[in-house]
């Protein structure tokens, strides 16, 4: 078993880790333990009472935080024509159709997200082995297919995530930065708790979300009561 730091058995020492914790308390908890040498990203971990092999109880979508995560992110256009030149005023890192699939298939990945004009989707839906795999393949469903494609890319550069679960049912999500105040988390934990709650599926019966862990990059994880 691998050593931990002694920042980790320290932020560990902060943490009750056989009890749920309220969000603002857990919220508290997070930023009160000693900072890393680098601003942490803040992240949310939910398990979700859903079947992953049923395609109708998979869940997909994206989402605007009000105080973003921290970062630009770097954007890919999938598009053609005047669209070209509306994706790159936008601020799109990268823009292409035909010369962009090629640089992908060949192993680049150098981008955070990919978006794609309707036009496109002939192209993009030969990338599913590359994309698929990493969650980068653009759909209606998650936002990433869009015809007002300049207003996509000034989402997703400013910090809009998407939400997709995986094949265990779970929902990885950056919600902030350490550096963030403790209400900016907060109401960015809060934002995403809400969308998860409007993408549950009809199918899905029981308790959906089972399991709710906030932490920060080098630190442990607080558990949350839903």
């Known amino acids: 078993m691998a050593n931990k730091s002694k ?18 308390e857990a919220v508290e908890a997070l930023k009160s333990m000693k900072a890393a040498k680098f601003d942490e990203t803040v992240e949310v971990s939910v398990q979700l009472g859903i079947d ?41 890192d990268y823009v292409g159709g035909a010369d962009l699939a090629e640089k992908i298939e060949g192993g680049w990945m150098e981008f955070d997200v990919a ?8 192209i993009v839906g030969k990338l599913g082995r590359h994309l698929g795999p990493r969650g980068l393949m653009p759909t209606p469903k998650n ?10 890319v000034k989402e997703f550069k400013a910090g809009k995530i998407e939400l997709r679960s ?16 403790a209400q900016a988390i907060l ?16 199918g899905c019966k029981g308790k959906y979300i089972k399991k ?3 932490s920060s990059t080098m630190g442990p994880g607080i558990k949350i009561k839903v």
């Open 7 to 24: 920042r980790y058995e320290e932020a560990l020492q902060k943490v009750d880790r056989g009890r749920l914790y309220g969000l603002e």
């Open 52 to 92: 992953p092999k049923q395609s109708d109880q998979q869940v997909r979508g994206s989402i605007s935080l009000p105080h973003g995560i921290g970062r630009q992110r770097t954007v890919a256009v999938f598009t053609s024509g005047e669209n070209v030149d509306v994706a790159k005023a936008a601020g799109a």
């Open 115 to 122: 978006l794609a004009t309707p036009d496109m989707l002939r």
């Open 143 to 152: 936002g990433t297919v869009r015809q007002d494609i300049a207003d996509a």
């Open 166 to 181: 995986d094949e265990g049912g779970n929902i990885h999500a950056a919600v902030g930065k350490m550096s963030f105040s």
């Open 187 to 202: 109401e960015n934990v809060r934002e995403v708790i809400e969308q998860l709650m409007r993408l549950k599926p009809i």
């Open 212 to 214: 709710l862990v906030v």
